[in-house]
């Protein structure tokens, strides 16, 4: 089944790929891989999903905004392919960050959010290295941050 099948299969709408805000790219292509930036928490409405794990929002909340970090990722490669995802051989490795209090400890269950989305999407292809830090603060105050390499085809 193809990764885009597999899209519709899941009733999954990615949102638009986001231009970045700063001076760096979205994603980079050197030899077959694909490097796509660190993508915030976002709902499906555009709005930021702010706060601290811990404080402001519950391990669940932080889950679901891994996933939609993990969303904006798949769109991020879809874009960097030319629209297509066929172009991707597997995921390589995802870093996820955590806007969490100082004693919060699941920071690898928060990041299962995104994990989670990317294997459904990629199967086998889609599982990958990770690593899930805690940090006392992101960008614009959202409460998760994911980036990603990709092995192309």
Known sequence: ?????????????????????GSYVATKISGK????????????????????????????????AAKRCALNIVSQAKKAC???????????????????TDDFIDQPQVINGASDLIASIFGNAGMHTRAAVSTNSLPLG????????????
């Open 82 to 100: 030319g629209g297509d995802l066929s172009k991707i051989k597997s995921c390589i490795k995802l870093t996820g960050f955590v806007n969490s």
């Open 142 to 153: 959202v409460a998760v941050e994911v980036d990603a390499i990709f092995e192309l085809n």
């Open 33 to 64: 891989f694909l490097f796509i930036s660190g993508q915030i928490s976002m709902n499906e409405k555009g709005e930021l999903i702010k706060g601290k794990i811990g404080k402001d929002l519950n391990k669940e909340d932080g889950y679901k």
């Open 1 to 21: 089944m193809s990764y885009e099948s597999k899209i519709k299969e899941l009733s999954i709408e990615l949102p638009s790929a986001a231009n970045p805000v």
